[in-house]
């Protein structure tokens, strides 16, 4: 998968569900997509928040594009601050997306994929990841001839993607590679978010902000493979 800026819980269902996940780092970046945003709850309603990049394109891979050094990472802390400093987990929380925020790395694909190998630590998920720029393949190759060319290469007899993937992919193509690929579908999860009525699938901070570890790991659990 593309990293994202912290994604959804169902981004971690994913990364939980299999043995080595692959932070996709050498695809074109996408443009209004979830590289580079997300959304929290800001006065009870969804706020998408932003990371300042240096000439993005989508002529350009992930790995190849420059995070700005404006202010935005400090105005992101204060603004996740504010938006939280309530909620029933924000004081063992908050310094760690504070410290994921902060993060000096300038290169997007590494900035992204510390933070995915932070929250993960954080969360508990113990899979080990790995970074498709740095597996020999055939870069040459695109979409799912590279997918596959991956799974080969690092000897995975199974594929899961997001649910989103099932446009893209197809089952009997990677079969005849010796691929099982399979999809993860999120189950509808819910919480208790200050006195609003509930905004499901918001950013990753927002679940860590509003329920305990064991509540967490509950949820990477609710999802079903089809």
Known sequence: MQPYFFPYIGYFQLINAVDTFVVYDDVNFIKKGWISRNSILVNEAPYLFTMELKEASQNKRINEILISDSNWRKNLVRTVALSYKKAPYFDSVFPVIEEIILDAENNLAEFLTNALKKICGFIGIETEIMVSSEIDKDNTLKGADKIKAICK?????????????????????????????QFIKSKPISYAQFKNEFVPWLSIIDVLMFNSPDEIKSYLDQYELI
């Open 153 to 181: 290469r690092i000897g995975a007899s199974e594929y899961i993607n997001a649910i989103g993937g099932m446009a893209l992919y197809d089952r009997n193509d990677f079969s005849q590679n010796g691929i099982d690929l």
